[in-house]
């Protein structure tokens, strides 16, 4: 099927060249006209694939979590956990988290268009759909992850925590520390550091 | 001195324009044509108080900080304290918070309205400049609360909280909870109750 798979390169191709865009000047006012230049093809071209500006988005928009789901997978792969042995909770936790953090130039880039998403998808009910359609997932995973810690006997338990009221705090906590980062009041490390410091709270320190 | 107090005036009345196509539609390709249509007065006209759309998307932004700050004294001054007393720490910095966060129409539009100018300023060295300094004050107003609260023994100690951190993590929370409540992920009063059980750990319980 060499077309079909033409095709879904040739997509491919323009989501990156609307990430670029987005990445470098946000999605404001952006045109399919802009992309089809930014992709070296023509206009028409460019509709032969995406007929409207929306559906470009949302195929560029689900391609994100895509690639930030590779970019975790990649984070946890290269822990090189000791043989046959699974990371602790708190490692996969945190694992996750710093995948969303904006740390290097890839993870930078993707956490850039996905506030360009945002912004639209707060005034557009379909994008927000889908911007909102990954989260109950990620807080399954976390709450996952905080109740296989308890388990362990691993979470610093000075009060009962509600799994799922951390995981949403944890989220939302990663999500202010991009937006701070991304405005440049503080580094990706400071970043890091700072949800270091709540993960710190939530786990009981290793002895 | 009617002529200023006119201008200004003025001003004020097309940064409200502004903010009403910004919390509808996003400041995503918005002309000063559209807002001088909004604000019901010729291009013009617009263009004598604001001779470029950057300086008056700069004014708006200054002026979103203000109804900000407004919004967060009439919660304090709502509070009521016994007379002669100061409300405790832990209440000033909650209603500081709360009043970050999508609770009602106003602090909505508030909200919208700065989402639209993060996804600007992420890509514009003078927007971000200027979204960028409010925080270390406010970093520093909630350093202050939590040292005060640390004084009089109000603070949950299980292990000693650096307060820079925790002030920059409290900043990033709420950030985080109004992303999510204006995404529909959780109502604003989901996201308030999330932001209690933060503080609760923060805080001794009140005996």
Known sequence: MPKKVDHEARRSEIAQALWRIASTRGL???????VAAEADISLGRLQHYFRTKDEMLL??????NVLADRRIRERLGALAPAAGQEPPPRTVLRECLAGMLPLDERSRIG???GAAYFARAIHDER???????GIPKLAELFVSLLRSARERGELAEERALDPHTEAMLLISLVD???????LGVQTGEEALHRLDAHLDRLFRSES
Chains 1, 2 share one sequence.
């Open 28 to 34: 404001d006012g952006v045109s399919l006209r802009d």
């Open 59 to 64: 195929f560029a928009l689900r391609h994100i």
């Open 127 to 133: 994008l927000r759909e889908e911007a909102r359609e």
């Open 111 to 113: 956490t850039l268009v």
């Open 176 to 182: 202010g520390l991009t937006a701070y980062t991304l």
